[in-house]
């Protein structure tokens, strides 16, 4: 099993819409997720880190569930502009590498 | 520009040659990564190191890859003889090591071998 897994997408959906992009992860010891964005032959940026207790911003939504080793995003009322590559990140903590998963690319169709 | 800062931007170079490419990591930060990512696919970890020490080496990492980070400040990452599977952006990262804490990235080395 890959340390990190996403579905690959792509995902093609219409301008408003509501998306959601699932992770899991094989390292019950985790500690540390995040979502990062990256745009087309850019680098990636963090989008928001991911808490135990959920957490929103905006018209995004990140969730944890350690049970299943899952964490998930949200995407709510979506714009042209969150066209882009989604990645799931994670590590242990503090002694251990920052892990990707492959990314799921995300179309927003106008 | 107190960001993550990579030269060369672009590289390329015949099969068999040397290169080597440079990071220099966001000041206060002392953890640096090394990640190659292809097209499609997410960044790969290479390595990466803590202040000056190596931590960990991709298994995934032939001998011809190596990486320094002499004095804990900038790391080089060369590549001896190289092919033209080498092709790939090689991106560096940086963070500070306490609890959920991000990791900046620079703009990335393009590496075309030909």
């Known amino acids: 099993r890959k340390e990190v897994e996403q579905d690959p997408g792509p995902f093609n959906v219409p301008e408003g819409a509501t998306v959601a992009f699932n992770c899991t992860y094989s390292n019950s010891a985790s500690q540390s997720f995040f979502w990062y964005r990256q745009d087309c032959r850019k680098e990636p940026k963090l989008l928001m880190s991911?808490?135990?207790s959920g957490n929103e911003d905006g018209r995004f939504t990140a969730q944890l569930n350690r049970a299943s080793q899952y964490i998930s995003l949200l995407i709510r009322d979506s714009k042209l502009s969150d066209s882009a590559t989604y990645l799931c990140?994670?590590?242990?903590?503090?002694?251990?590498?920052?892990?990707f998963g492959k990314g799921t690319r995300l179309h927003i169709l106008p | 520009d107190t960001g993550v800062s990579q030269n060369p931007r672009h590289k390329i170079t015949k099969r068999g040659q040397n290169v080597t490419f440079r990071c220099d990591p966001i000041?206060?930060?002392?953890?640096l990564y090394w990640y190659r990512q292809t097209l499609g696919q997410g960044p790969e970890f290479l390595t990466y190191f803590q202040n000056e020490a190596q931590l960990e080496k991709s298994r995934l990492l032939s001998d011809r890859f190596s990486a320094e980070r002499p004095k804990g400040s900038f790391s080089t990452l060369e590549i001896q003889r190289t092919e033209q599977g080498d092709s790939a952006m090689y991106l560096c990262a940086s963070s500070l090591v306490v609890s959920n804490t991000e990791a900046f990235f620079g703009q990335g080395t393009r590496l075309t071998v030909v």
């Open positions: 990140v994670v590590n242990k903590y503090r002694d251990d590498k920052i892990i």
């Open positions: 000041s206060e930060h002392n953890r």
């Open positions: 991911v808490y135990s």
